[in-house]
């Protein structure tokens, strides 16, 4: 059976990754409010599984409870942007060298699965639909998540995973947003699996300080495309002055 056949087989998403896969793509929006009723007929199912969805969504803290006033999506602050990632940067280095001192055979095998899902994700991103870009999102995500469980440091692993859990609405910016002026979207995702794949071989060959840039290479990449993303004016070279009238 072929890779692509086998996708097609997975089975169908739950009700919890569909509302976090519309929370993620921003068709859920921040702070909108949300309840069990109105979910549980978007989505076609009772409302049981709506209320164990937002459960873990709050644990996730993709979306938070309001006292007295249900539940909403959560805020996306952009002022947290600074702090998040530099505690990304530090947690995502430490992680990478005790992958590469602790893993196991069956680790190095759970990462190299989770960086080809990634790299298949790339492809349907090219259709531009947002669900192409939260599947690869998603794709991130689990191989992010099989570089903490390699480290087998569970203080790291958990830290990882709430950064990485609040921070996943701002990683999707990467792959829905195309800058002026800087590198292409297939470009930039062509570099990101590289790094991707150096990160995994370094961690093979147990080279600690290896795997340690290659990490940190992972973290620029996306701080530099994001800080772009940010910055961009699309009318900066529009003059107001009437001397130029």
């Given at each position: 059976?072929?890779?692509?056949?086998?996708t097609?087989?997975?089975?169908?998403?739950?009700?919890?990754?569909?509302?976090?896969?519309?929370?993620i793509?921003?068709?859920l929006?921040?702070?909108?409010?949300?309840?069990?009723?109105?979910?549980?007929?978007?989505?076609?199912?009772?409302r049981?599984?709506?209320?164990?969805?937002?459960?873990?969504?709050?644990?996730?803290?993709?979306?938070?409870?309001?006292?007295g006033?249900?539940?909403?999506?959560?805020?996306?602050?952009?002022?947290?942007?600074?702090?998040?990632?530099?505690?990304?940067?530090?947690?995502?280095?430490?992680?990478?060298?005790?992958?590469a001192?602790?893993?196991?055979?069956?680790?190095?095998?759970?990462?190299?699965e989770?960086?080809?899902?990634?790299?298949e994700?790339?492809?349907?991103?090219?259709?531009?639909?947002?669900?192409?870009?939260?599947?690869?999102?998603?794709?991130?995500?689990?191989?992010?998540?099989a570089?903490?469980?390699?480290?087998?440091?569970?203080?790291?692993?958990?830290?990882?995973?709430?950064?990485?859990l609040?921070?996943?609405?701002?990683?999707?910016?990467q792959?829905?947003?195309?800058p002026i002026?800087?590198i292409?979207?297939?470009?930039?995702?062509?570099?990101?699996?590289?790094?991707?794949?150096r990160?995994?071989?370094?961690i093979?060959?147990?080279?600690?300080?290896?795997?340690?840039?290659?990490?940190?290479?992972?973290h620029?990449?996306?701080a530099?495309r994001l800080?772009?993303?940010?910055?961009?004016?699309?009318?900066?070279?529009?003059?107001?002055?009437?001397?130029d009238?």
């Amino acid at each position: 059976m072929s890779r692509r056949t086998a996708t097609q087989k997975r089975k169908q998403p739950s009700v919890y990754e569909r509302i976090r896969n519309d929370v993620i793509a921003f068709v859920l929006r921040p702070e909108q409010e949300l309840d069990e009723s109105s979910l549980a007929e978007r989505y076609a199912v009772s409302r049981t599984p709506i209320r164990e969805a937002l459960i873990r969504l709050t644990n996730d803290r993709l979306v938070e409870a309001l006292p007295g006033r249900g539940i909403r999506v959560s805020p996306f602050i952009v002022s947290n942007y600074p702090r998040y990632m530099e505690a990304t940067d530090l947690i995502r280095r430490a992680l990478a060298r005790g992958a590469a001192h602790r893993r196991t055979t069956v680790d190095l095998a759970k990462l190299k699965e989770t960086q080809a899902a990634f790299v298949e994700a790339i492809e349907p991103l090219t259709t531009r639909f947002p669900v192409a870009e939260v599947e690869l999102s998603n794709s991130e995500w689990a191989f992010h998540t099989a570089l903490a469980e390699s480290s087998h440091n569970h203080y790291l692993i958990e830290a990882y995973s709430a950064l990485i859990l609040q921070g996943i609405r701002m990683m999707r910016i990467q792959y829905g947003y195309q800058p002026i002026g800087a590198i292409s979207i297939t470009d930039y995702l062509t570099e990101l699996t590289e790094r991707h794949a150096r990160l995994v071989a370094a961690i093979e060959d147990r080279d600690l300080d290896g795997a340690e840039e290659a990490a940190r290479a992972m973290h620029k990449g996306l701080a530099d495309r994001l800080s772009v993303y940010f910055q961009e004016n699309l009318t900066e070279g529009i003059s107001l002055s009437s001397a130029d009238g």
